[in-house]
């Protein structure tokens, strides 16, 4: 505890935190900038520019390319996951003036991501980090949240004497997979390689780049890929399958998109008073409508829901006797179903439903063996466990709704077979089935035409409104 406190900014009463080391400009570095905001993670990583002529189409180019190797190596990792709040994301940070140095100036990209309860998602951040800089020759990254520098945090007691707040500024990076510490100097020989105090951090960057040995001991590095080297399989255990009896418009839009779910959890668990009344009749995602849909989460989201202690509306029917293998479908699909509601109310939800530009990674139309299920142990009481999967989905309707024969296949419902044609539906359809939302069932198959009816309706309803009114043609 000592050692962690000794990593720790003091902060007096009535005083703030700063974190200084996210500046590229060496004059800016004895500067207070604002603190990193709670809950998030601020990133740079600094690509060498090496024979690029900034004045010229060169730099534009060599920024584009390294943007897309970081952006290659992220995606190769967590193409799937579902983030918390934020996801990794990185923009280029345009040059303060035009510059004739040699060697020129880093190619620099700064990201943030606002990880929220989900603290898993930080170190993921991190994992992505390391590894973009194993990856890539002569990257460098640093990262900081609302602790500063903490990296450090988790080798407090392998940590070098010299290491606290006011010496560690511009002296955290990470490089060839590993962290580096840039030391002060320690003899009159160093002092002409060394900078004294905070060192301006394109000076830092390229002591760690070179050849100037900065890594961080053996211990030092233990500690700190202790908390990533379970990625990224931990991206598998952290998943959770669970059935949720929602409306089929909402079925249709996380089989395009998964990653709506988490905005929709969000928007129930912050839920208030005004929320709930402009929701109380779903006016715009039909209950009616629900049937049973395997959806993918965070064990951190689906925690989210199953904890939250709520009466259902009077819209949904009567919930499911407690215990019984169909109430948590109940339970868990009305809480999602109102956070999208929600979302829609407060207008934050113009794309639920509309299918992205290019649909997400294909992920696994089951959950693999180590992810969770959903009520396996969920329900005190309840005998066995109940595996969900998205391969071998269920066809029973929730208590209280009226067995209907799906249409036939290929005939959209609604009369609405005109509308479900043309590029935009082709378009559209191949979406559905990249991401597995057929779930391998046979096309002509009673479920294929259950799903397929699904999705027609939400396209004529959610996706050509949107298209036509952003003035997408076919």
């Known amino acids: 505890q000592l050692a962690e406190a000794k990593l720790r900014p003091k902060v007096e009463p009535g005083c703030t935190a700063h974190c200084g080391r996210m500046e590229d400009d060496g004059g800016w570095h004895d500067r207070l900038k604002p603190p990193v905001p709670f809950e998030t993670v601020q990133y740079k990583i600094y690509v060498p520019a090496a024979d690029v002529d900034a004045s010229s189409g060169e730099a ?22 579902i983030w918390h709040r934020e996801p990794f994301a990185l923009r280029l940070v345009p040059s303060q003036a035009p510059s004739t140095a040699s060697p020129p100036p880093d190619i620099i990209f700064h990201g943030q991501t606002h990880f929220g309860d989900n603290i898993d998602d930080e170190w993921l951040v991190v994992h992505l980090l390391l590894r973009i800089t194993e990856e890539i020759p002569g990257v460098v990254a640093s ?48 002092l002409g390689v060394l900078p004294v105090g905070t060192p301006p951090t394109p000076i830092a960057v390229s002591l760690v ?70 929701c109380s009749g779903m006016g715009r995602f039909k209950v009616d409508t629900r049937q049973p849909v395997s959806v993918r989460f965070t064990r951190c989201l689906y925690a989210m829901l199953a904890q939250q202690r709520f009466e259902s509306a009077r819209v949904f029917g009567p919930a499911p006797r407690r215990g019984s293998p169909d109430h948590r479908a109940h339970d868990i699909g009305a809480k999602l179903a109102l956070g999208f509601e929600i979302l829609a109310s407060r207008g934050g939800a113009q794309g639920v439903g509309a ?42 309707k929730p208590e209280g709704q009226q067995e209907t024969a799906p249409p036939a296949a290929g005939t959209p419902p609604d009369n609405a077979a005109a509308q479900c044609a043309g590029p935009r539906w082709e378009r559209f359809l191949r979406q559905l089935r990249a991401s597995h939302y057929f779930r391998g069932n ?33």
């Open 355 to 396: 299918a992205p530009a290019a649909p997400p990674a294909p992920t696994a139309s089951a959950p693999a063996k180590s992810a969770s299920t959903d009520d396996a142990g969920a329900e005190q009481g309840s005998g066995g466990s109940n595996v969900e999967s998205a391969a071998t989905p269920t066809t029973d």
């Open 209 to 278: 780049r070179g050849q100037f040995p900065t890594a961080a001991t053996p211990a030092v590095n233990k500690a700190v890929l202790a908390r990533v080297g379970a990625f990224p399989r931990q991206l598998e255990t952290c998943v959770h399958w669970a059935r949720c009896n929602l409306p089929a418009a909402l079925g249709a839009a996380l089989a395009v998109d998964q990653s709506l779910v988490a905005p929709a959890v969000a928007a129930f668990y912050e839920r208030d008073p005004i929320d709930m009344k402009a």
């Open 60 to 81: 534009a180019e060599a920024a584009a390319s390294a943007l897309q190797r970081c952006n290659d190596v992220a995606a190769s990792i967590c193409a799937g996951h």
């Open 143 to 190: 990262v900081l949240d609302s602790d500063g520098e903490f990296l450090l945090v988790e080798a407090a007691d392998a940590l070098p004497g010299w290491v606290n707040p006011a010496t560690a500024t511009n002296r955290v990076f990470l490089c060839r997979g590993g962290l580096h510490l840039l030391p002060p100097p320690t003899s009159p020989a160093e």
């Open 442 to 474: 046979i096309d002509g198959s009673q479920e294929f035409r259950s799903l397929l009816a699904s999705a027609q309706r939400y396209f004529v309803a959610s996706v050509l409104p949107g298209e036509a009114a952003a003035g997408v043609g076919g």
